[in-house]
């Protein structure tokens, strides 16, 4: 931007130059617009330096207080890594408990199973062997009244010994 400034500078200065030269002493004239130029540039040199120095400053204090958060965010980071491989390791053991859990499950569900085949099994042998108890105390009940009954077949009550209780009450 500054080298188009001085071209402009220099086009124009040469420009009113050329016209003054035909009036004047040609090499006065080239004096006059070199001086023109030298107090053109000083200024802008003036004006580049101070806003160079301002810049800079502000690049200086930028870069301290970019120093300044980088390292904020550095500890950040850090905070940040360690977090994250504390929930890492966190995952990985819930992961592994998660799988125990599943296998445990999976033998639970196998051994209920089997509990309940064999518990249906076994009341289904309880089921016969109750039958089996019926019929055996219908059996017994019935030979126990043919015999309180003198073997002749009558039911309850019927014969000498007045009914079951066989003698029974009368007591110590």
Do not use: W
């Amino acid at each position: 931007m500054a080298f188009r400034l001085h071209f402009f500078l220099v086009l124009a200065c040469v420009s009113v130059s050329l016209g003054r030269m035909t009036k004047l002493h040609p090499l006065r004239t080239v004096i006059t617009t070199l001086e023109k130029m030298k107090v053109n540039v000083e200024e802008e040199g003036r004006r580049e330096r101070k806003e160079y120095q301002a810049f800079m400053c502000s690049c200086k204090k930028n870069i301290k207080e970019n120093r300044k958060e980088i390292a904020e965010d550095r500890v950040e980071i850090n905070k940040c890594k360690k977090s994250f491989q504390r929930s890492r390791d966190k995952h990985k053991r819930m992961k592994n408990e998660l799988r125990s859990l599943r296998k445990e499950r999976k033998k639970c569900r196998t051994d209920l199973r089997r509990a309940k085949a064999m518990k249906k099994k076994e009341l289904k042998q309880d089921r016969k062997s109750k039958n089996q108890f019926k019929d055996n105390d219908k059996a017994v009940n019935g030979m126990m009244d043919k015999v309180h009954c003198g073997g002749k077949g009558g039911g309850k009550g019927g014969g000498k010994s007045g009914g079951k209780s066989g003698g029974k009450s009368g007591g110590k």
